[in-house]
């Protein structure tokens, strides 16, 4: 056993039980702790993969972003120490079950099938620069309209949460 | 080495995180942990791309799709929060179980 | 341009228009649109039998088509015949009439008066249809209408009524959808009714899409046992759209029946003439009976509208001309006759607020023009002579008389007996009603009918009463289309 | 004179009277109304007693008999070839009799309803509507279709209708208008239907044609009549069966005669015009239009009509001994004298002396018409004067009403047959019609003479006599009689009933159309009129004088006389049939039919559809999370199928 794997194991770990916790945990400021150490596990797995570019936008977009609006709205809707409700009893059931069944399938289809590696892809580095080129230019195998779409997307979202969360006062 | 771990691993990590996502989803009893339940089961997806792009596609477009994939996720959980806000100063609660007036 | 299509355009005008002038003034346009339709209806009328009179044999004259969906062959092809032209002379009449005694509507008035034209349109463009999908839009078009006039302007269980007469009608149009599309298929793609007409069908396929055309139009029409929505709907209805479901919509049904059913599948109509007769027999009774019963005046006018709508399909059950001439006769007569009954009501249900026969009673002293109207149509409809209940009645009783056959005999027989009965359940009516002392105390301070109602009362009476006196130029319009139909059935055989 | 124009102004006169007042007199001229009406009718009345001279003695005979002429016939409404409703006018001697005595009835009543109704607030509306009659009228003795009969006899109904309801705020009168209209509406169905038969077998509603096909034996239409039959009966029999069911309700025969009483409601002076002269005689008239058809094809059917006839006669005479009511022994009367008539056609046969009971009835339903009107008009004006129809309210009214008085006391008289007033004649011939050809009718009739005696003279006694009048009404003194246009009508009336007996009816209506030569009976004429003066006498002692004679008889006999007082319990029966069975069962079942099961189902589709839809309903909870398990579940199966099939 390498330290490469030890990381792996580690930070999976890491992953799935942060992941486990946020979605049990009773207190709710908890599970969103419990979220932000998955998702510094997502970024570290990303960085254990040589990908350092995708692991910092995770952790700042997530980690530093989606966590903190999150962190926010808990606070602007619970008050301190709020626990959530029990689950629906039956649902839980029949949501484990499910989700059980589909791990189970999806896990099964994985082992039965092998993924032909290649030992070039296994070298191949990724330069930021590859990906500015990529998003900034047109032609094949680039993606300067995807970029701008989504560049109107987060235009709309912002407006659209602005409209959606505003306070419309209401003359009497 | 990377291949020091096969890719089967990696994608049970990923299915692992997608149905835990998908069980928060289905059982949380409050919007915002419901949010943070679809975040997981988008990382799931990330880390599949990227995991995909590294072993089997020595391109950048997992990359750029995963770059995307966050971009969007950020838009949807802004939106995702304003509605939950919004829901909130409605029926002062963010139980799912209360929005219900969707029905027949 | 030709008469059919302004005929369609009339309505279609007065709707746009109505659309952006004051709605206090609406009325004014739909009316005016009314008027001009019955005018050229007139036109209509004496132009086609200036070309009949030339010897113009065609089976439909002023023929126009236009391509409408030329992917399935849908043509906007219109067409009349003498059925059609005295189904389009009672339906301008009505129409007018109608408006005329809805002339002091205030609730929601614009939208009031468009569902009527709209409802005029629809029944316009129905009667001039020789496509079967153009058919089938129209008497979809006026469903509409029906359903909305009594659901928001109605009275009672309105919209109980409105959604059963909808459901009921809808069904029916669904069977007459269906029936349309296997006619298209056995015809390699044709909805129009000439090239149907011309096309021999086997006997099998025609027992097939028979009973769906028939059954279809009959809800229309009130077959038994489809009758049901006939009293709730006609009471629940705002007097008009009483008017222009029995005078007009009603009639739907029938036209229907003759037209895409009867002549286009004669094999079928022989096929199953019997259970037709048994039916409508059934339906002329026991309508009658049921009335007999009846409490509130507009129930006692819709069983009686179950009965009167029997004889129209006992007249094309006995498959000959003068049973079918009679047929188009009594739609004709009825409509006339059960619109001014309609409107005779309404007028008394907006004085005196009750309809419940037990509550009203000498109101003959009270408001001498209505009572008198109520009474006169009331004998039209036991089939009074000189009213034009008599001529259509009499008709049809001499063509059914005229089929050999025991069945055919006791049939009508008891269509001859239920004369009777409607003429106790009348009486009753009219002596519970309009005789007696007055009842109540309050009737003496009402009022007798204003200046609209007297027209429109007018209007509809002098109809029945030149139809009661004067019926051979209608008779022989209307025999001289019947005429080749009677030869087809009779011919299926050979 | 015979044209049609002329012809056509006999109808369409009060035709256009009816339509001058209802739209313009009735506001305008309310109570010029009636002058105008009486103005038009003479002319009219006028017009037909110059027809009548022309035919009988102007144009007159040809080879010997009186033929049918038809200056007018114009196609109505055409069913099928050959048949068609005709307008058409039909002059032979019965219609033209017909003509003269609805005319003249009409205008005397018309004139006399001037005093009579005089105050009415109706006043224009009555004329109008007596108009509307005489037109009617006129048109059905006219009418050359069998259609066209039956188009006019319905127009007749809905007139006699419309003025028995003449007082409509009253209840009574109302249920009695709606049950004369429906009692005769029934019976019109059998009319109907017997002119289907008959049109289908003859192939033409043209009377004319129509006897012609169905009396010569050798031609198709005959043998198609007679081949087919029902119940072993030909289908021509079962026509001309129901085509009179028809005249007799018309006629007030037993057992339609139920709705002539209660008509009583109506005005005096239209229960003289159209409950007793005019209307109530159409089924004789109808019977006699067809006779040819009746005597020569279906001689079986004649005889039970006659037999119908004199069984009506007589108990309407039995009931009218009983009754109180002034105009109710009037219409009894009516009844009976109807019954006569049908009768005497009863024993007739076609042409010839044989055909004298034909002859007879004419002439009694003529002559009867004058003094059944006169006693109408009287009754008229005694309740007039004391504001009541029962008899127990009058007495000793002789001195109150000297001409009232003579005029009942003439028509009294005439009615009992005695010599030599006009009864005598028509009665005499038909008690020697009846002697001759069925003995059992002679005996029953002659027996129904002499009650008829008895129970008119019962009422002269009673309203008369009696008792002295005490009058509660002193501020009517001054008229006690009316006004001349009350008295007039008397006076002209009275020497109808007492000299229409002269007019030779053997020599001009005779069922061929030949005058025959009439013998006269002594014996039968004995023994009539030997009956009637006992029977008078018997009145005489009963009823001049306030005495409890009568109770005495009535009490030894009560079962019998309650049976009678009650009219034979016919109004319970039809109360029974028309109430329970027709009301309560057939009536109420199908409206229970139509409002459980019929309207049942569609609620029932209605309701199956909402139920199922409301147990489907909870799928759609509202729950987020609900529709994601189920989204996941549905993903899953939709999983396990592919993966199980192995697509």
């Given at each position: 056993m390498t330290a490469y794997q030890i990381w792996f194991y580690i930070i999976a770990s890491m992953i799935l039980g942060g992941a486990l916790l946020a979605v049990t945990a009773r207190k709710i400021f908890r599970a969103a702790i419990a979220l932000l150490v998955s998702l510094i596990g997502i970024a570290a797995l990303y960085y254990w993969m040589h990908y350092e570019f995708i692991a910092a936008v995770q952790t700042i977009v997530y980690v530093g972003g989606i966590v903190v609006l999150i962190i926010f709205s808990i606070f602007l809707t619970h008050n301190p120490g709020h626990t959530i409700e029990e689950p629906v009893s039956i649902r839980e059931a029949f949501a484990f079950t499910g989700c059980f069944a589909g791990f189970a399938f999806v896990f099964s289809l994985l082992n039965r099938y092998s993924f032909e590696q290649t030992g070039d892809a296994l070298n191949h580095t990724m330069q930021v620069a590859d990906v500015g080129r990529a998003l900034l230019s047109t032609g094949s195998g680039s993606y300067l309209l995807p970029f701008e779409a989504v560049s109107l997307l987060l235009l709309a979202s912002m407006i659209g949460c602005i409209v959606i969360a505003i306070k419309i006062r209401t003359h009497k | 080495m990377i291949d020091q771990i096969p890719l089967t691993h990696i994608l049970f990590l990923s299915t692992a995180l997608f149905f835990i996502g998908a069980y928060g989803f289905l059982t949380r009893r409050n919007l915002i942990t419901m949010l943070m339940s679809v975040e997981l089961i988008l990382n799931s997806v990330n880390i599949n791309l990227v995991a995909f792009n590294r072993y089997?596609?020595?391109?950048?477009d997992g990359v750029v799709f995963t770059l995307f994939i966050i971009t969007i996720a950020a838009a949807e959980a802004a939106v995702a929060i304003a509605i939950i806000i919004s829901l909130y100063r409605k029926i002062?609660?963010?139980d799912p179980e209360q929005a219900d007036e969707l029905k027949f | 341009m030709n008469l059919l299509v302004l005929l369609i355009l009339v309505p279609v005008v007065a709707l746009l228009l109505s659309v952006f002038i004051n709605a206090e003034k609406v009325k004014n346009v739909i009316l005016l649109g009314a008027v001009a339709e019955l005018i050229l209806c007139f036109e209509l009328l004496r132009e086609f039998m200036l070309e009949r009179a030339a010897g113009?044999?065609?089976?439909?004259?002023f023929e126009i088509v236009y391509p409408w969906f030329k992917t399935w062959n849908i043509n906007f092809h219109a067409g009349v015949d003498g059925i059609s032209v005295s189904m389009l002379l009672l339906t301008s009449l009505v129409t007018v009439a109608a408006i005329l005694v809805s002339?002091?509507?205030?609730?929601?008035p614009r939208e009031f008066f468009m569902m009527l034209m709209l409802l005029t349109a629809g029944a316009v463009g129905f009667f001039i249809s020789m496509d079967l999908i153009m058919a089938f839009f129209f008497l979809e078009l006026a469903v509409v209408p029906k359903f909305l006039l009594i659901a928001?302007?109605?009275?009672?269980r309105k919209v109980y009524s409105a959604t059963k007469l909808a459901l009921m009608l809808m069904a029916g149009s669904s069977l007459i959808l269906v029936g349309t599309l296997l006619l298209y298929v056995q015809s390699n793609g044709s909805f129009d009714i000439t090239v149907l007409q011309s096309l021999h069908l086997d006997s099998e396929t025609q027992r097939l899409i028979f009973p769906l055309m028939f059954l279809g139009f009959g809800v229309f029409t009130a077959l038994f046992p489809f009758h049901t929505w006939v009293p709730d709907g006609h009471s629940s209805a705002p007097t008009a759209g009483s008017m222009f479901l029995a005078g007009i919509s009603m009639k739907l049904g029938g036209y229907g029946c003759i037209r895409f059913a009867a002549i286009l599948l004669p094999e079928g109509t022989q096929y199953y003439s019997s259970a037709i007769i048994l039916l409508s027999t059934i339906a002329i009774v026991y309508g009658a009976f049921a009335t007999?019963?009846?409490?509130d005046i507009k129930y006692i006018n819709a069983y009686s509208s179950v009965s009167h709508c029997g004889f129209v399909l006992l007249g094309i059950g006995m498959l000959n001309q003068t049973a079918l001439t009679g047929a188009v006769l009594q739609m004709i007569s009825h409509g006339l006759m059960t619109a001014l009954f309609f409107g005779a009501i309404g007028m008394i249900y907006s004085r005196a607020h009750t309809r419940d026969v037990r509550e009203l009673g000498g109101l003959l002293k009270i408001m001498p023009f209505i009572g008198s109207i109520y009474i006169i149509v009331g004998l039209c409809s036991l089939g009074?002579?000189?009213?034009s209940g008599f001529v259509s009645e009499m008709t049809i009783f001499m063509g059914a008389w005229q089929v050999p056959g025991t069945f055919h005999k006791v049939a009508t027989i008891l269509a001859c007996a239920s004369i009777v009965v409607t003429a106790v359940y009348i009486l009753q009516a009219v002596a519970k009603?309009?005789?007696?002392?007055?009842?109540?105390?309050?009737?003496?301070?009402l009022t007798d009918a204003t200046w609209y109602e007297r027209s429109a009362s007018w209007l509809l009476m002098l109809a029945i009463i030149i139809m009661g006196i004067l019926p051979m130029w209608l008779a022989q319009m209307i025999s001289h289309e019947t005429a080749p139909m009677a030869i087809k059935f009779l011919t299926v055989n050979s | 004179m015979l044209n049609a124009s002329t012809l056509l102004l006999i109808p369409l006169l009060p035709l256009l009277s009816f339509l001058f007042i209802s739209f313009i007199g009735k506001k305008y001229l309310p109570t010029l109304s009636g002058t105008i009406s009486v103005l038009v009718l003479s002319v009219s009345a006028f017009l037909a007693i110059a027809v009548a001279y022309n035919y009988f003695f102007v144009v007159g005979m040809t080879n010997g008999i009186y033929e049918a002429i038809i200056p007018m016939k114009l196609?109505?409404?055409?069913?099928?070839p050959g048949v068609s409703i005709d307008m058409g006018i039909i002059l032979d001697p019965i219609s033209v009799m017909m003509l003269v005595v609805v005319t003249f009835i009409s205008l005397m009543v018309h004139i006399y309803s001037l005093g009579y109704?005089?105050?009415?607030?109706r006043f224009a509306v009555y004329y109008s509507f007596l108009d509307l009659f005489t037109f009617s009228m006129l048109g059905l003795v006219m009418a050359s279709n069998l259609f066209q009969m039956y188009f006019f006899w319905e127009l007749v109904g809905v007139s006699s209708y419309l003025l028995i309801g003449y007082?409509?705020?009253?209840p009574s009168a109302v249920a009695a208008a709606k049950k004369a209209f429906i009692v005769t509406r029934f019976a019109d169905l059998g009319f109907l239907i017997g002119i289907l038969v008959l049109s289908f077998h003859s192939?033409?509603?043209?009377i004319q044609t129509l006897i012609a096909r169905l009396t010569t034996s050798d031609t198709t239409f005959y043998a198609s009549a007679t081949f087919t039959g029902f119940m072993g009966v030909s289908s021509l029999t079962w026509g001309l069966a129901l085509v009179f069911i028809g005249g007799a309700g018309k006629s007030a025969m037993?057992?339609?005669?139920?709705?002539l009483p209660d008509?009583?409601?109506?005005?005096t002076p239209v229960s003289a015009l159209i409950?007793?002269?005019t209307m109530v005689v159409a089924g004789v008239y109808l019977v006699a239009r067809l006779f040819p058809i009746y005597a020569i094809s279906s001689p079986h059917l004649l005889e039970l009509i006659g037999y119908i006839g004199i069984i009506s006669s007589v108990l309407a005479a039995i009931i009218a001994c009983t009754q109180t009511d002034i105009k109710r022994v009037l219409a009894y009367s009516t009844i009976s004298q109807i019954g006569y008539m049908l009768a005497s056609l009863g024993v007739s046969t076609y042409?010839?002396?044989?055909?004298e009971g034909f002859s007879a009835s004419m002439f009694h339903l003529f002559t009867h018409a004058f003094f059944k009107a006169l006693l109408f008009l009287c009754a008229g004006s005694v309740i007039h004067y004391v504001?009541?129809?029962?008899?127990?309210?009058?007495?000793?009214?002789r001195k109150k009403m000297p001409i009232t008085h003579l005029c009942f006391l003439l028509a009294c008289l005439a009615i009992a047959g005695?010599?030599?007033?006009s009864g005598f004649f028509s009665k005499e011939e038909i008690l020697a019609a009846a002697f001759a050809h069925n003995q059992t009718i002679f005996y029953i009739a002659w027996l129904t003479a002499g009650l008829t005696s008895f129970y008119m003279f019962r009422l002269y006694f009673l309203t008369f006599w009696n008792k002295d009048y005490v009058n509660?009404?002193?501020?009517?003194?001054?008229h006690s009689e009316g006004s001349w246009n009350m008295k007039l009508p008397l006076l002209i009336l009275m020497l109808g009933a007492v000299?229409?007996?002269?007019?030779p009816f053997h020599h001009l209506i005779t069922s061929d159309g030949q005058p025959y030569e009439s013998e006269f009976h002594l014996n039968i004429t004995l023994m009539a009129v030997g009956l009637s003066l006992f029977a008078i006498i018997i009145a005489t002692i009963f009823y001049?004088?306030?005495?409890n004679l009568s109770d005495k008889i009535s009490s030894s006999i009560s079962q019998l006389y309650d049976f009678a007082y009650h009219k034979f319990y016919f109004d319970e029966v039809y109360q029974f049939v028309t109430q329970?069975?027709?009301?309560?069962t057939i009536g109420a079942l199908s409206s229970w039919f139509d409002k459980n099961i019929v309207n049942g189902v569609v609620n029932t589709t209605a309701f199956i559809t909402e139920a199922f839809s409301e147990t489907i309903?909870?799928?759609?909870?509202?729950k987020v999370q609900g529709y994601a398990l189920a989204f996941l579940f549905g993903i899953l199966g939709l999983i396990a199928i592919l993966f199980f099939f192995n697509f």
């Open positions: - | 089997l596609h020595p391109t950048i002062n609660s963010i | 113009n044999n065609a089976p439909y004259l002339w002091k509507v205030d609730e929601k928001h302007w109605g009275s009672g007999l019963m009846q409490k009074l002579p000189g009213l009603v309009m005789l007696g002392p007055v009842k109540d105390s309050h009737f003496l301070t | 196609e109505w409404l055409r069913f099928s109704m005089k105050g009415e607030e007082y409509f705020t009253k192939g033409t509603l043209d037993f057992p339609l005669h139920i709705w008509a009583m409601e109506g005005p409950h007793a002269a042409g010839g002396l044989n055909g504001h009541s129809n029962e008899v127990k309210d009058m007495g000793g009214l005695i010599p030599p007033l509660h009404h002193e501020s009517h003194e001054h000299g229409a007996g002269v007019v001049r004088k306030k005495n329970r069975i027709l009301f309560n309903k909870p799928v759609q909870s509202g």
